[in-house]
């Protein structure tokens, strides 16, 4: 007696399997018998209706999901931006320290830039000396030897000298105001999908909704796309030109070992999560999709 009630508690307390279970017909063909079986009773009508009503409530709710995730976290990273880190980090950057440059990167870079241009006025000035010519001549120091140019290049040099000082010095602010806001981006971000938790599922249940809808031939075409632009044959150059933006937003130097070092691994990384979840959960899920999938690839 005892043997027999234990098996009953654990038959009523055994967990529903999460993964629906792969039959001889395919789901597909259950689902319209089962909506076709529907209509034939009485309240179809009534049915059909409510079946109307959840589904545009199910598109609004996640419609809304949608532009909050967007443009909630876009407005906030503009305003806060806009009258708060900007003003606060001019103020700071520019009263509070003698500083120019953010670090030696961005004063390498401008100093580059800098030789740039005087090899460039000199070259000018050689070709064409009379559009030069002024009746004052002052001695300047090159970085070869010293030779005699007019005063209006030395001029010209001070005013690109202070151009690039005024450029660089805004360029470590906005450094400064990017790093700053993003964090708040992201905070915005992690508390509205807190706050909207429940619409937030519904929106993740009618996404994977939509993309079981789609057929077998799309659905491999859209996972082969993902897979060739993440960790295919041409990603590697896509991910040097991400992680180059990336650095020059927060005023970072470009380290070519680290971009080589992430390109080498983290594709490869990649690759091996979406090939397990191709064989751990989509097999399980839409055999039929899988077995396109390998069929196209190959």
Do not use: C
């Not at 100093?111 to 000199?122: I, R």
């Not at 070519?256 to 990384?269: G, K, M, R």
Request: glycine share 2%.
């Amino acid at each position: 007696m005892y043997n027999n009630n234990n098996i009953r508690f654990k038959s009523k307390t055994k967990l529903p399997r999460s993964i629906e279970p792969v039959g001889i017909i395919p789901r597909s063909i259950i689902r319209t018998l089962n909506r076709f079986l529907t209509q034939l009773f009485q309240n179809s009508n009534n049915l059909v209706i409510e079946e109307f009503r959840i589904s545009r409530y199910q598109i609004l709710v996640s419609l809304q999901s949608l532009l909050s995730l967007i443009f909630i976290p876009l407005i906030i990273n503009f305003l806060a931006k806009t009258f708060i880190l900007i003003p606060l980090t001019d103020y700071l950057w520019n009263k509070q320290q003698d500083d120019i440059f953010l670090n030696s990167y961005l004063e390498k870079e401008a100093l580059t830039e800098l030789q740039d241009f005087e090899e460039v006025l000199y070259f000018d000035y050689f070709l064409t000396p009379t559009r030069y010519e002024t009746p004052n001549w002052a001695t300047y120091e090159t970085g070869f030897n010293a030779l005699e140019f007019p005063v209006i290049l030395k001029s010209q040099i001070q005013k690109k000298t202070l151009d690039l000082a005024n450029n660089y010095n805004q360029k470590s602010i906005e450094a400064l105001t990017n790093f700053f806001g993003d964090l708040i981006t992201f905070g915005t971000l992690t508390l509205v999908i807190i706050v909207l938790k429940p619409q937030i599922i519904i929106f993740k249940s009618f996404l994977v909704e939509f993309i079981y809808s789609l057929s077998d031939t799309l659905k491999s075409a859209l996972l082969i796309l993902s897979t060739n632009l993440l960790v295919g044959f041409h990603s590697p150059r896509g991910w040097e030109l991400f992680l180059e933006f990336f650095l020059n937003r927060f005023g970072f130097p470009p380290n070519e070992n680290f971009i080589f070092l992430f390109v080498a691994t983290f594709p490869v990384l990649l690759d091996t999560i979406f090939k397990y979840w191709i064989f751990r959960y989509l097999n399980k899920i839409s055999p039929s999709t899988v077995a396109t999938y390998h069929a196209m690839i190959e």
